[in-house]
């Protein structure tokens, strides 16, 4: 396995430009089996969550051409499988949008799921409540098994936790429903908005992504050609930007959308950061000076979770006590273990942390123990005196497309390394 090595202190000056959305990425290349005609998809990241998904639609049966390193096109007009039980299927959590998939098109789907992961347990009774909404029969115990006669019938579903995954997946399962069906209670996120977006693009008639009530009326099939582009990442915009902020400098992070991106950049404006938006970039201005903040994380438009950590990371040199709240998962503050060898002083009640800033971070060797808290310690990297090495970062590779290049091309001293003891 790999590691980072970073030698902190060193602001960051230039510009970096933003990769497609994963979770955008994860949900609409399986989304694409929907589909009989060829889907050309633009704008996504080349990290290893879109590899897996990629390995795992090609192995179902649909051609999977890689078209350059961001682009690839997905032929599912022949036959497809519906039983995906590959090993490859354990790294991934995204994994259930191909039970939506494949049953929306084919009225069969077993995948196998993989279990937990760092901050909780990812619980599918929404999706299920979903799919049996829609007169599938389901079963979810290490596989996930949905099952039905097509056509599925259109349904209203009301969803009693906001949930990114619920809503997308019935959202792909119902495009070729019989009648109407009203999901309520849904996810706002940007990238609901994009797989509605493109389901719309192959022939769907899905309305109201965006907005807390969608509503489907099922097409008796998806068979055109396309070409879509995924909309841009907002984590690792939001990632930059607060990288920026701690290391100091002057960076414009482009190929973002500034909407998507008001409750981060509220949030560094309150801790005194400079926060510029244009039209699809921002520059974030930094003396490495950062005010405390307080703040709570919340389905959008609220400050996303997946911040949390790289917020905290910035918030462990803000002058004075900041206190974060996690409002949407249960158990994801195990990274602060890692904060506290650097030299952060961080107390967790439950979903509170107390954060004192302290003037430095120092450089230490600590753990990535998921993806965003992986991020969460490269930032602190960035600002520390000394060196700092961040051992298993497969799990940024997960999500980062290119981080340390592009990161080194904004100035950072940092460099991947094989770590034989991993
Ligand atoms: C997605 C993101 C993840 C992000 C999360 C919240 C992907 C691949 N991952 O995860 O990075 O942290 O959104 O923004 O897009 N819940 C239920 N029952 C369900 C489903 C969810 O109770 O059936 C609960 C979860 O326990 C959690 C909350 O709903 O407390 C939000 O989860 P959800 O939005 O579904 O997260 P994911 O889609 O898995």
């Given amino acids: 396995m790999d590691k980072f090595v970073i030698n902190g202190n060193k602001s960051l000056y230039g510009e970096v430009d933003i990769s497609g959305a994963k979770n955008a990425a994860v949900a609409i290349l399986p989304a694409a089996l929907l589909n009989k005609g060829t889907c050309t998809i633009e704008n996504i990241p ?3 969550d879109i590899n897996y998904i990629l390995d795992v639609i090609g192995r179902l049966g649909a051609k999977v051409e890689r078209l350059s390193r961001n682009s690839v096109r997905i032929d599912a007009s022949g036959d497809i499988a519906t039983v995906a039980d590959f090993e490859v299927l354990n790294h991934m959590r995204a994994s259930y949008y191909i039970v939506g998939a494949l049953l929306g098109r084919f009225g069969n789907a077993e995948v196998s799921m993989p279990g937990g992961c ?5 619980p599918v009774d929404l999706h299920k409540k979903g799919f049996t909404a829609l007169g599938a029969d389901v079963s ?5 098994k949905a099952k039905t006669t097509l056509p599925l019938k259109g349904a209203n579903i009301y969803l009693d936790t906001v949930s990114v995954g619920a809503t997308i997946n019935i959202m792909i399962a119902a495009v070729l429903a019989e009648g109407t069906t009203i999901i309520e209670n849904v996810a706002k996120e940007p990238h609901i908005v994009d797989v509605a977006n493109f389901l719309n693009a192959m022939g769907a008639n899905v309305k109201g992504a965006g907005t807390d009530v969608i509503r489907i009326k099922g097409v008796k099939e998806l068979n ?3 070409n879509y582009a995924l909309i841009p990442d907002q984590i690792e915009a939001g990632t930059f930007m607060v990288a920026a902020a701690a290391a100091g400098g002057n960076v414009l992070i482009k190929n973002v959308i500034p909407k998507h991106m008001e409750a981060i950049s509220a949030k560094l404006e309150e801790m005194n950061i400079t926060v510029q938006e244009f039209s699809d970039s921002i520059r974030i201005i930094s003396d490495g000076t950062v005010g405390k903040a307080n703040l709570k994380t919340l389905p959008y438009p609220g400050f996303p979770t997946d911040m949390q950590p790289i917020a905290v990371a910035l918030l462990t040199v803000a002058k004075g006590t900041s ?4 409002g949407v998962w249960e158990n994801r503050f195990q990274y602060v273990d890692e904060l506290r060898r650097m030299g952060a002083h961080i107390t967790v009640n439950g979903r509170m942390a107390v954060i ?3 003037d430095k971070l120092t450089g230490a060797v600590v753990n990535a123990t998921d993806l965003r808290a992986g991020a969460a310690l490269v930032v602190a990297g960035l600002m520390a005196e000394g060196k700092t090495v961040i051992r298993n970062i497969k799990y940024i590779d997960r999500g980062y497309e290119h981080f340390a290049e592009k990161l080194r091309s904004i100035g ?3 460099q991947r390394d094989s770590d034989p003891s991993n």
């Fill in 140 to 144: 979810v115990s290490g596989i996930f």
């Fill in 356 to 358: 004192e800033g302290v």
């Fill in 118 to 122: 760092n901050f909780g347990e990812r």
């Fill in 224 to 226: 055109k050609n396309i």
């Fill in 323 to 326: 206190i974060v709240t996690e």
């Fill in 46 to 48: 080349d990290v290893k």
């Fill in 412 to 414: 950072a001293d940092i």
